[in-house]
T-cell receptor
Framework: DAKTTQPPSMDCAEGRAANLPCNHSTISGNEYVYWYRQIHSQGPQYIIH???NNETNEMASLIITEDRKSSTLILPHATLRDTAVYYC???????????FGGGTRLMVKP | DAGVTQSPTHLIKTRGQHVTLRCSPI?????VSWYQQVLGQGPQFIFQYYEKEERGRGNFPDRFSARQFPNYSSELNVNALLLGDSALYLC?????????????FGAGSRLTVL
């Protein structure tokens, strides 16, 4: 699986959009971008995934650049409950082996 | 519907002992994976089981073993515990072990080795 690079920490004001970047410059053509988050003392929670098109669900939006070398997870209206570590993972869509990096610790502040 | 359930939630063992951790997947999910998360780090893949067969193994010593039962529940066993085995052990289930999978994680079993 391709390696990802994320900033170790970010702050966001409550009610504002949180934009979390991820670099994956060595991604191959059939690797997907997945995002999970982990709230303190809980298991990771799936957020969204995509291949090359932008994706949106009830939790977030995923914007993937045209060259697929980077992506951004957008939480449109961050709340205090969105404070968590966010992991960007690039993987083939086969098997259940996820390679977690260090993630981004997002702190949403009132 | 119940999510992925793990037991026990917390346990304390001493070096050299053996531990068994249990996981019940979401109803209908046939694949279970195990991850180890040491404090301050991201989870690390240990095993994947699908239809009772091992489908993947991470870089862990032979002291770690697992199995999946006919009802798709799973056990993770760790022998000869070391202090470094202290971690949060996470179980994740998915519909299948092949193709596109969204993993649903349990809350984990926190193991402390003294």
């Amino acid at each position: 699986d391709a390696k990802t690079t994320q900033p170790p920490s970010m702050d966001c004001a409550e009610g504002r959009a949180a934009n979390l970047p991820c670099n994956h410059s060595t991604i191959s053509g059939n690797e997907y971008v997945y995002w999970y988050r982990q709230i303190h003392s809980q298991g990771p929670q799936y957020i969204i995934h995509g291949l090359k098109n932008n994706e949106t669900n009830e939790m977030a939006s995923l914007i993937i650049t045209e060259d697929r070398k980077s992506s951004t997870l957008i939480l449109p209206h961050a709340t205090l409950r969105d404070t968590a570590v966010y992991y960007c993972i690039v993987r083939f869509n086969a098997g259940n082996m996820l390679t977690f990096g260090g993630g981004t610790r997002l702190m949403v502040k009132p | 519907d119940a999510g992925v359930t793990q037991s026990p939630t917390h346990l304390i063992k001493t070096r050299g002992q053996h531990v068994t951790l249990r996981c019940s997947p979401i109803s209908g999910h046939k694949s279970v994976s195990w991850y180890q998360q040491v404090l301050g780090q991201g989870p690390q893949f240990i095993f994947q089981y699908y239809e009772k067969e091992e489908r993947g193994r991470g870089n862990f010593p032979d002291r770690f073993s697992a199995r999946q039962f006919p009802n798709y529940s799973s056990e993770l066993n760790v022998n000869a515990l070391l202090l470094g085995d202290s971690a949060l052990y996470l179980c994740a289930s998915s519909l299948t072990g092949l193709g596109a999978n969204v993993l649903t994680f349990g809350a984990g079993s926190r193991l402390t080795v003294l």
